[in-house]
């Protein structure tokens, strides 16, 4: 990995790192929402998984493109991911991020009520050459 690649990564793990500590704990019950806790994945282990997969398009380095795409996914009852799908587009971004949230690891499943229920997740990845 050269100079400048590890520099974008270093920009980008810092950029996620706030992006998902302000916001990756937007989960909604698909089940019974009362007493409910939200899928988790370790803060460090979802951020590294990042750094490390992200792919900055060549084609948005080359047209200044960046910005935040917001990937909405579920986590099932086994911790697996599913119905991923972005809720806005961003040319060459969008595609990247469905990319590498199809390939998370798993996440400890959400509760409601005590039981293992399936939970929407709405993961924001903000892309950014600065």
Same mark, same amino acid.
């Given at each position: 990995?050269?100079?400048?690649?590890?520099?974008?990564?270093?920009?980008?793990?810092?950029?996620?790192?706030?992006?998902?500590?302000?916001?990756?704990?937007?989960?909604?019950?698909?089940?019974?929402?009362?007493?409910y806790v939200? /899928? %988790? &994945?370790?803060?460090?282990? @979802?951020?590294?998984?990042?750094?490390?997969?992200?792919?900055? +398009?060549?084609?948005?380095?080359?047209?200044?493109?960046?910005?935040?795409?917001?990937?909405?996914?579920?986590?099932?009852?086994?911790?697996?991911?599913?119905?991923?799908?972005?809720?806005?587009?961003? /040319? %060459? &971004?969008?595609?990247e991020? @469905?990319?590498?949230?199809?390939?998370?690891?798993?996440?400890? +499943?959400?509760?409601?009520?005590?039981?293992?229920?399936?939970?929407?997740?709405?993961?924001?990845?903000?892309f950014?050459?600065?």
């Open positions: 990995m050269g100079r400048e690649q590890r520099s974008i990564v270093r920009a980008l793990y810092i950029i996620i790192s706030i992006c998902c500590l302000q916001s990756f704990a937007k989960a909604q019950a698909i089940a019974d929402n009362t007493n939200q /899928p %988790y &994945l370790n803060q460090d282990t @979802l951020l590294g998984f990042l750094s490390s997969h992200i792919i900055y +398009p060549q084609e948005a380095k080359t047209k200044n493109i960046g910005g935040t795409v917001k990937v909405q996914f579920i986590v099932e009852t086994d911790g697996s991911i599913s119905n991923i799908k972005a809720l806005n587009e961003i /040319p %060459y &971004l969008t595609v991020a @469905l990319r590498v949230v199809a390939i998370l690891p798993r996440f400890n +499943p959400g509760t409601s009520a005590g039981k293992v229920v399936r939970m929407m997740m709405v993961l924001p990845i903000n950014s050459l600065e």
